[in-house]
C-alpha cells in the first residue's frame, strides 16, 4: 500500500524565520516524491521533485526538500520565509509503477509579521 | 509555461441535475487527471485517462461520474444526476507521461450543488 503522511494541518512561523514542513511516505519499493504549492484561489504548482540521487533537492523560491530511505520521509525546508509563501503544501508520492500521484492531506502555512 | 484552462471556474446547479466540468489539457500532454479537492485542503484522486480511456479510478468516481475526451477536445467530467456531497472544487491536470511526471493543474472548478 502506498500512502503519504503530513502530520501538520497548520503551521505558522513568522517573516524571516526558518520552516520546515514534514512528510513521511510509505512504499515498499523507490518512490517518486513531489512538494506542491496551493496559493489561495489558484492551481497547484510545483515546487521540486526527487527521483534519485542527492537526497537534497533543490526547487523554486528558496525551497529544499531532503529525502530519508531510512526515515521514509521528505520533509521541505526553507531557510527564510516571506509573507508571500503563505499557502498550503502538498507533498506526494508517486510509485515507481503507479498510475497516479498520491496527495498528503496538506499543510497549511501561515507566515505572520 | 504550460497552462491547463478549466471552464468554468464556478458552477451552481440544483441536485440532480448534471453537469459537466471542461479542461483544456497541455496540448502536447497525453494523460488527464481530475481531483477532488474538499473544504480547501484534502486533495482526492478521482479519474485519470489516457487514449480514451479510464485507466485507474478511486471510490470517489461514483457511477455518476464519466470522463471523456472526444477527438482530443476538451477533457470533460460529467456527473449525472449530481447529489449535495459533490460540491467541492474540481481540478484538472495533464502530464506527459503517469506516474513520476509533474502534473500541471488547471485553477479548479468550485461546484455548487443546491
Known amino acids: 500500500a502506498q500512502s503519504v503522511t503530513q502530520p501538520d494541518a497548520r503551521v505558522t512561523v513568522s517573516e524571516g524565520a526558518s520552516l520546515q514542513l514534514r512528510c513521511k511516505y510509505s512504499?515498499?519499493?523507490?518512490?517518486?516524491l513531489f512538494w506542491y504549492v496551493q496559493y489561495p484561489r489558484q492551481g497547484l504548482q510545483l515546487l521540486l521533485k526527487?527521483?534519485?540521487?542527492?537526497?537534497v533537492v533543490q526547487g523554486v523560491n528558496g525551497f529544499e526538500a531532503e529525502f530519508s530511505k531510512s526515515n521514509s520521509s521528505f520533509h521541505l525546508r526553507k531557510a527564510s520565509v516571506h509573507w508571500s509563501d503563505s499557502a498550503v503544501y502538498f507533498c506526494?508520492?508517486?510509485?515507481?509503477?503507479?498510475?497516479?500521484?498520491?496527495f498528503g492531506t496538506g499543510t497549511k502555512l501561515q507566515v505572520v509579521p | 509555461g504550460p497552462k491547463v484552462l478549466q471552464i468554468p471556474s464556478h458552477q451552481i446547479i440544483d441536485m440532480g441535475q448534471m453537469v459537466t466540468l471542461n479542461c483544456d489539457p497541455v496540448?502536447?500532454?497525453?494523460?488527464f487527471y481530475w481531483y477532488k479537492q474538499i473544504l480547501g485542503q484534502q486533495m482526492e484522486f478521482l479519474v485519470n485517462?489516457?487514449?480514451?480511456?479510464?485507466?485507474?479510478k478511486s471510490k470517489l468516481f461514483k457511477d455518476q461520474f464519466s470522463v471523456e475526451r472526444p477527438d482530443g477536445s476538451y477533457f470533460t467530467l460529467k456527473i449525472q444526476p449530481t447529489a449535495l456531497e459533490d460540491s467541492a472544487v474540481y481540478f484538472c491536470a495533464s502530464s506527459l507521461a503517469v506516474s513520476n511526471e509533474r502534473l500541471f493543474f488547471g485553477h479548479g472548478t468550485k461546484l455548487s450543488v443546491l
Open positions: 496540448s502536447n500532454h497525453l494523460y
Open positions: 512504499y515498499s519499493g523507490t518512490p517518486y
Open positions: 506526494v508520492l508517486s510509485a515507481n509503477s503507479g498510475t497516479y500521484q498520491r
Open positions: 526527487y527521483y534519485s540521487g542527492d537526497p
Open positions: 485517462f489516457y487514449n480514451g480511456k479510464v485507466m485507474e
